[in-house]
């Protein structure tokens, strides 16, 4: 009785955005080591592939409503709402910066769905909102998209003996 409680109070304290990555962690079986090429039960993925899964099993759940409880399914539907749409128009067709747009593209499965978490406990509802979101988040995703190439390159030199 008192690990229930415990457990109650842990997920009542979570943020949206957090009970969705949640979520979305546990349904599609994605651990921190996770890569789109391994995730279980999809055999060999692209990015863009996992990608599209994930966001499609959103859209699925909000489509039928006998698909995951109540509780589960608003979660999903905030999540199309919002962050969905907005990955939709500005990440996967090119809208954003194009080295945000890279470095977005080439996120972890772990990564991709705290970002769609991140995207909700910001209030982003609309692709407006999520256009401005992308734009304040734009200088970290360029040092990091910049820092991660410098380490490519670092290795390759490395590989190569230079």
Same mark, same amino acid.
């Given at each position: 009785?008192?690990?229930?409680? +415990?457990?109650?109070?842990? &997920?009542?304290?979570? +943020?949206?955005?957090? !009970?969705? /990555?949640?979520?979305?962690?546990?349904?599609?079986?994605?651990?921190?080591?996770?890569?789109?090429?391994?995730?279980?039960?999809?055999?060999?993925?692209? #990015?863009? *592939?996992?990608? $599209?899964?994930?966001?499609?099993?959103?859209?699925?759940?909000? $489509? *039928?409503?006998?698909?995951? #409880? /109540?509780?589960?399914?608003?979660?999903?539907?905030?999540?199309?709402?919002?962050?969905?749409?907005?990955?939709?128009?500005?990440?996967?067709?090119?809208?954003?910066?194009?080295? !945000? +747009?890279?470095?977005?593209? *080439?996120?972890?499965?772990?990564?991709?769905?705290?970002?769609?978490?991140?995207?909700?406990?910001?209030?982003?509802?609309? +692709?407006?909102?999520?256009?401005?979101?992308?734009? &304040?988040?734009?200088?970290?995703?360029? /040092?990091?998209?910049?820092?991660?190439?410098?380490?490519? !390159?670092?290795?390759?030199?490395?590989?190569?003996?230079?």
């Amino acid at each position: 009785m008192t690990l229930m409680a +415990t457990e109650t109070k842990t &997920a009542t304290s979570k +943020t949206l955005g957090q !009970q969705l /990555a949640d979520e979305l962690r546990r349904q599609f079986r994605i651990g921190t080591r996770t890569r789109w090429s391994t995730m279980r039960g999809f055999g060999r993925l692209s #990015p863009e *592939d996992g990608r $599209e899964i994930v966001l499609a099993g959103i859209d699925t759940c909000i $489509e *039928d409503p006998d698909c995951l #409880p /109540a509780d589960v399914r608003e979660l999903y539907r905030l999540a199309w709402r919002g962050p969905v749409c907005s990955w939709r128009h500005h990440v996967e067709t090119g809208r954003a910066d194009l080295s !945000q +747009t890279l470095y977005l593209r *080439d996120l972890s499965p772990w990564q991709f769905i705290k970002v769609l978490g991140d995207m909700l406990d910001a209030n982003v509802t609309n +692709t407006g909102e999520g256009e401005r979101w992308l734009e &304040a988040r734009r200088d970290q995703d360029r /040092a990091a998209w910049r820092k991660a190439e410098d380490a490519r !390159q670092a290795r390759w030199n490395r590989v190569l003996g230079r």
